[in-house]
């Protein structure tokens, strides 16, 4: 079956500091991969995705970086964080129309 | 792109009422409307879909209605009890030109069941 790990859980980091948030899919092949924001009481900003290794698109501009070196792996990265940067981040992947499965989130609080 | 509209923001019914939610969308080209709970703290989990050849679908107490013409879709939860306050997001996805597509959702709907 399929499995998608999100790390880590939560996380506490200053400003200016960089971010690495990582994700990986186990149990398919050539997932469409996903990164969304959802700051609190807020809906899901999509970020990035990711059609296969190498291919990203960006959403919105912002601070943020995606990457896909392998095909079952899609990190999110920062060089600087803002203050901005607080919320809850879901990577998500998706094969075809079908059902989206979501990682556990992240929850990075920027101080 | 793809803009998911979703209202109402915060819907509050009694227990064993009916909760309506409804979203709109822009691009045409969409053709799968999931729906998601989102209970606080976790992630979101799929409740019910429907693909653009379908107008309505029903499981159990939860039914979603599309309307391509208009561009619109419901979700309908009948005999509400309080385990269904959650956050639901509506989202639309369509097939990208060479590959891959994309999951745009709603801003999400806090309802509260109360007793």
């Known amino acids: 079956s399929q499995t998608i790990h999100q790390w880590p859980a939560t996380l506490v980091q200053p400003v200016g500091s960089p971010l690495s948030l990582e994700c990986t899919v186990e149990g398919t092949s050539n997932p469409n991969l996903y990164w969304y924001r959802q700051a609190a009481g807020r809906g899901l900003q999509l970020l990035f995705y990711?059609?296969?290794?190498?291919?990203i698109s960006s959403e919105v501009p912002q601070n943020l970086s995606a990457s896909r070196p392998q095909d079952r792996q899609f990190i999110l990265s920062s060089k600087k964080l803002l203050l901005s940067d607080s919320g809850f981040y879901l990577c998500?992947?998706?094969?075809?129309?079908?059902?989206?499965?979501f990682g556990q989130g992240t929850r990075l609080t920027v101080v | 792109g793809e803009n998911v509209e979703q209202h109402p923001s915060t819907l509050s019914v009694q227990e064993g009422d009916s909760a309506v939610i409804k979203c709109t969308y822009s691009?045409?080209?969409?053709?799968?409307f999931p729906w998601y709970k989102q209970e606080l703290g976790k992630r979101p989990q799929l409740i019910i879909d429907?693909?653009?050849?379908?107008g309505e679908k029903k499981d159990q107490r939860i039914a979603v209605t599309l309307n391509k013409t208009a561009k619109h879709f419901s979700l309908h939860i009948t005999e509400t009890q309080p385990e269904d306050s959650a956050v639901y997001f509506c989202a639309a996805a369509h097939i990208l030109t060479g590959g891959g597509n994309k999951l745009t959702f709603g801003t999400g709907t806090q309802l509260k069941v109360e007793l």
């Open positions: 998500a992947w998706m094969r075809g129309n079908t059902e989206a499965f």
């Open positions: 990711s059609v296969g290794i190498g291919q």
């Open positions: 429907i693909r653009s050849n379908v």
């Open positions: 691009d045409s080209a969409s053709n799968y």
